[in-house]
């Protein structure tokens, strides 16, 4: 090595050498501790453009040992690169590996120069310490080309195999045990849904890419959860089923892909949702896995007006502002007629998510249906009496979420929903619903979340139906839930609702729903 540093003092040309070894290109690529090559896509770590002066490089000055052996290698060979921020760090280590990429980057520059006889200041004895050099690095320098052509053959293989090679599988396991905790009556008849029930949400998901700025989603799903019946629909739990049913199939599947810069497409082809298409602007939406329990507490009830197949689009107008479009609807696989996609009910969805800093969110929405009642609210506000009816509904809702601090978050929304009956006793409906939301993040551990939801769930406040009175008194939703992060994989989130005179009525003795959610994810 004595010998080395000989050559290293006596030629300014493998100084230049060591110089351009520590740009980015190979310092950051090539970690001294890991012999294997890194690809990184910061698009931080590229090199600035070819010195000029060391005046750019910040952190030389000079005063310093090597600056006027810096300043002669930018006038004689040019051989020398920086970091984007303007500096040089010169007193980085490096290994003998990264040595021999930047002598070899040098050598062909030198090389360069020689061939168009331009390089006047390169000595015989430049030329004789270089081809030194390159003998006493020659197996590094043949070990580096062997591992470069072992990556480049690697990433033609991946390229003949982008389908298999750029799936991910991911999965989640959403295990509830919940129970009515009070014996009343609503409705006029006793609760029959007041057991203890053990229940699981069961998901794996492909994600696959064809381009890398496109995806395809599939997932596969299980679900025999079921919400406790009160004899209303309110309070009802965000992740549970319609059926019970155990058997697997597919869930939902999407393939979304970007035209242009700032716009995105989604085709969706099953059990589409809300937040496939927009923001719900909404701390506590974690889609039944994380979050609230509740549907009500999950996202403002307008959208549940949305059908599950069709097509969402997302544009960005710079970082504040963006618009989302979609047209969902319920029975577009149903050839029959008054079904279909075009013909059967559906949901229409505009909004604009306004976000004029990191800590501020603000939704505007609006939402044109056909046959979609909303899912959760009073009987009325379900339409449970009407479900062969024909009516069109537009909605309208307003969702703000405020970041106080980094660690309490202030949100909630607003929404009504104006109705047509079509058929039979034709008339109007008017629906309102509302919440505040408090969100605690990281409360007593990074990752866990506490929530408090208090609002009204959609409630009719006006009807000219025959058959479906507006509701008469005023129901509070007060949900509760702290989420506990027992590892990266494992939370664990007991939850309590209280409806206050459920479905509306003060006749109806208050109801409390109880849910310990364990949620395994991977």
């Known amino acids: 090595m004595q010998k080395f540093w000989t050559y290293l003092i006596t030629s300014s040309s493998v100084i230049g ?30 090199t600035i453009s070819q010195v000029t002066s060391v005046s750019q490089l910040s952190d030389v000055q000079p005063g310093d040992w090597a600056f006027q052996a810096l300043q002669s290698l930018v006038e004689r060979y040019g051989c020398i690169a920086g970091y984007p921020n303007g500096t040089y760090r010169g007193n980085r280590a490096l290994s003998r590996y990264e040595f021999a990429a930047g002598l070899n980057a040098c050598l062909d520059r030198v090389n360069e120069l020689i061939a168009t006889a ?22 590094e320098l043949a070990t580096l080309r062997g591992r470069v052509d072992a990556v480049e053959a690697r990433t033609t293989e991946l390229e003949a195999n982008q389908f298999s090679t750029t799936t991910k599988l991911q999965g989640q396991v959403v295990a509830v045990v919940s129970d009515v905790l009070t014996n009343k009556q609503v409705n006029g008849a006793d609760i029959t849904g007041k057991n203890t029930t053990l229940g699981a949400r069961a998901r794996l998901e492909l994600v696959s890419s064809f381009t890398g700025k496109d995806t395809l989603f599939t997932r596969i799903q299980s679900n025999n959860i079921l919400s406790p019946d009160i004899n209303t629909t309110e309070g009802n739990l965000f992740f549970a089923g319609t059926t019970g049913n155990t058997n697997a199939s597919i869930d939902a599947l999407y393939y979304a892909f970007p035209v242009g810069k700032n716009t995105q497409v989604k085709l969706i082809a099953n059990a589409g949702a809300a937040d496939d298409v927009t923001n719900t602007v909404n701390l506590f939406d974690g889609d039944g896995a994380f979050g609230a329990v509740s549907t009500f507490g999950t996202r403002n009830p307008i959208y549940g007006q949305l059908g599950d197949k069709g097509i969402g689009i997302n544009h960005q107008f710079g970082d504040k502002l963006a618009l989302s479009l979609a047209y969902l609807s319920g029975t577009a696989n149903n050839p029959t007629p008054g079904n279909g996609l075009f013909d059967g009910s559906y949901g229409a969805l505009a909004q604009l998510t306004v976000k004029p800093s990191d800590r501020i969110s603000l939704g505007l929405t609006y939402i044109n249906s056909y046959k979609q009642p909303l899912l959760t609210g009073s009987n009325s506000a379900t339409f449970q009496d009407l479900s062969d009816a024909a009516f069109s509904s537009n909605s309208y809702g307003v969702q703000a979420s405020l970041g106080i601090s980094q660690k309490f978050v202030l949100g909630g929304w607003a929404g009504y929903t104006n109705s047509q009956v079509l058929t039979g006793t034709k008339g109007g409906v008017d629906t309102w619903n509302y919440a505040v939301t408090l969100g605690f993040p990281d409360l007593g551990k990074k990752g866990n979340l506490a929530g408090v939801i208090v609002g009204m769930e959609p409630k009719v406040t006006s009807s000219s139906v025959a058959g479906l009175a507006k509701d008469p008194n005023t129901s509070y939703h007060i949900e509760a839930f702290y989420q506990y992060k027992l590892s990266d994989n494992i939370t664990l989130t007991p939850a309590v609702i209280w409806l206050t005179a459920p479905d509306h009525k003060d006749t109806n003795d208050n109801v409390v729903i109880g849910a310990l959610r364990t949620t395994f994810s991977f």
């Not at 110089?19 to 012999?35: K, Q, Y």
């Not at 200041?121 to 050099?133: E, H, N, P, S, W």
């Open 17 to 46: 050498s060591m110089l351009c070894m520590n740009s980015v290109a190979w310092a950051e690529t090539l970690p001294a501790n890991n012999l294997e090559p890194q690809v990184n896509n910061n698009s931080q770590q590229e």
């Open 118 to 139: 331009t390089g006047d200041g390169t000595t015989k004895q430049d030329v004789a310490t270089i081809q030194k050099l390159q003998e006493d690095f020659s197996a």
